[in-house]
């Protein structure tokens, strides 16, 4: 029951985000998950910015044209990861990952944080589908924040250089919603990061780290990760495959 009624006000919420970015609705179909939903969580924080997929590029074109026709700027081009733009001041990302043929379940299998299984579809106008995943309710449930199985696997296959940055962002949404780190979560992905990764494995995840976290977020990172990171002896990624090669014409009109 509790579930439920989280599901509605989620479908509400939605429908208000749906109204802002198109007030006379949108012919098409997509995806807004994660970090938009935060104020369902805790009321007085804002939305830092809302977070679109799409199933390839050509829907992309279409989404960015009808967000541009309706008054938005484009403010810098992150191919691939994404596009950014501004909308009557607020932030709005388009991913270029390309869903296909998935569903709204997948794109939430993609983050790094459980916390941010969040999320709706959108087609013609109307919410179509709401989804909260099971490892995200549990973590509202324990108020601790974890990292998706599905992630951690992915850095232990993988061994990808956003571990790093999913550490920053487990200690600061973490702080940010009032919740716990969820120890055994984040000594698994130290342990991961010491034992697993080479040397150069971890160098590239440090690169990451200031290049992303450090640059991009005015100096808002965290000392005693950096340090721990750089000590001698002692962030789902989709698969560059579903994502654009190029960027969208769009971004070289902007530059």
Partial sequence: MIRALFQLRMRHHAQRLGRFLFP???????????????PLIRKELLINDLDLWVRNRVEREKLCAALIARGATLLRDFHPYCMKLRLDGQ???????????????????????????LGARYHNGQIDEICISNECWDTLQHREMHVLESYYCLLLEQKHPSLLRTLHRM????????YEVHLESEHRLWDLYWNTYTE???????????ATIVTH????????????????????????????????????QAA
Wanted: glycine share 8%; net charge negative; charged share 20%.
């Fill in 200 to 210: 150069e494995e971890r160098q590239r995840s440090r690169d990451l780290y200031f």
């Fill in 171 to 178: 200690g600061q949404t973490a702080n940010e919603l009032q």
């Fill in 217 to 252: 977020q005015t100096h808002h990172h965290q000392e005693h990760l950096v340090r721990r990171a750089a000590a001698s002896g002692y962030a789902p990624i989709p698969h560059f495959e579903q994502r654009d090669s190029l960027p969208l014409q769009l971004a070289f």
């Fill in 91 to 117: 932030i709005v990302e388009i991913t270029y990952h390309n869903v296909e043929d998935g569903n709204l379940q997948d794109i939430l299998n993609t983050f790094d944080l459980a916390i941010c299984g």
């Fill in 24 to 38: 006379n609705g949108y012919e098409g179909e997509f995806f807004l998950c994660g970090g938009a939903f935060k």
